[in-house]
């Protein structure tokens, strides 16, 4: 005979030390985003089958991916929530609320900041999605029990939103996050200043991915990046629209430029060491990283040496692309520093 069950919600593999639920919000903030991308999220969590008050692990994507990925099915390998749930049987991982955000954006990403031509979702993490968690879930009231993290992109939201908000977040785990602009981003737009030449327009460009061209083209993820991260950073207006930081004879635009650099975590980690006094972080990167961002993370190393900010400071052997297996590391980092 064989043995058959119907689950409430669609399953490929067991978690046996998680169930798996999702918080559903219904954004006001996201409603009117000017992408006009869905207000109504999805983030799934990984809630403990020990009893709470737990701790928290807020998960952010990269660019062009979302926090709710993790849990599709991969071929030959764990995919991160079985990773997940497989190190906290092995004691590697905390037993934690897990929450992936979801935050996706037609651009392929956020950066988990506000944008008057992304959407704020930065204020929809902090003012909708962090109060639905503690009113939903048996969590712990204290900082140092909620970890913000992340890799790539998400590891810049994982700087962001910690140094930001250190009276929520008082770990922040970060791998390869988007930093230095000057030797990661700048090349970007100058691999794409020849298409901005032609469009003259960010609402153009946007014209383009939705139509399906920009995606066609060869270097379609250098475009995307480039484009989508000058809408974060460099917004125009209400509409979409947003500037380029490099003139057409090859020079920068000061102005623009210096607007993205604000968003540069070299730039706003300086105005914030008071706030991180009292963190937990930890900084992993590879030496090989594709985006240079090894550079931007020795310097943020550098920066909390000098101002006596307590980090963990990682260096691996490889490139951006191994960042998924990091992840292992994190959570061990973790459970350390929660056993203290």
């Not at 008082?170 to 990661?184: H, K, L, N, R, W």
Request: one cysteine or more.
């Amino acid at each position: 005979m064989i043995n058959h069950e119907v689950l409430p919600n669609y399953r490929s593999y067991e978690t046996p030390q998680f169930k798996i639920e999702t918080l559903k919000i219904e954004s006001s903030i996201l409603r009117s985003n000017p992408l006009q991308d869905p207000a109504t999220r999805f983030n799934p969590v990984l809630v403990p089958h020990v009893p709470g008050p737990w701790p928290v692990v807020v998960i952010l994507s990269g660019f062009t991916s979302n926090a709710p990925f993790n849990f599709n099915g991969k071929f030959n390998e764990k995919n991160p929530v079985q990773i997940i749930n497989e190190a906290a049987a092995r004691g590697e991982a905390p037993q934690a609320l897990y929450v992936f955000v979801d935050a996706l954006t037609t651009w392929g990403g956020s950066q988990f900041i506000n944008s008057s031509a992304v959407g704020n979702y930065e204020d929809y993490i902090m003012q909708e999605l962090i109060p639905a968690v503690k009113k939903h879930f048996t969590v712990s009231d204290q900082k140092s029990d909620w970890c913000v993290t992340g890799g790539s992109s998400g590891g810049y939201g994982a700087l962001h939103l910690g140094s930001k908000y250190p009276e929520v977040f008082g770990v922040i785990a970060a791998i390869a996050p988007d930093s230095f602009f000057e030797a990661s981003l700048l090349s970007e737009f100058y691999q794409t200043a020849p298409l901005w030449e032609k469009y003259q327009s960010g609402l153009k460009a946007l014209e383009e991915l939705r139509n399906g061209r920009l995606t066609k083209m060869r270097n379609w993820h250098t475009l995307l990046n480039a484009f989508g991260m000058a809408a974060c950073y460099a917004p125009k207006g209400e509409h979409g629209d947003f500037h380029f930081p490099l003139e057409k004879d090859g020079t920068k635009n000061s102005a623009v430029w210096k607007t993205i650099l604000e968003k540069d975590p070299l730039h706003f980690l300086p105005q914030r060491l008071s706030a991180l006094k009292n963190s937990a972080v930890y900084l992993d990167v590879g030496n090989k990283d594709n985006f240079h961002l090894q550079y931007g993370c020795r310097q943020i190393s550098e920066l909390f040496k000098k101002n006596s900010i307590t980090h963990d400071y990682i260096e691996f052997d490889g490139n951006h692309f191994d960042i998924g297996e990091r992840r292992i590391e994190v959570w061990r980092w973790l459970s350390t520093q929660w056993r203290r």
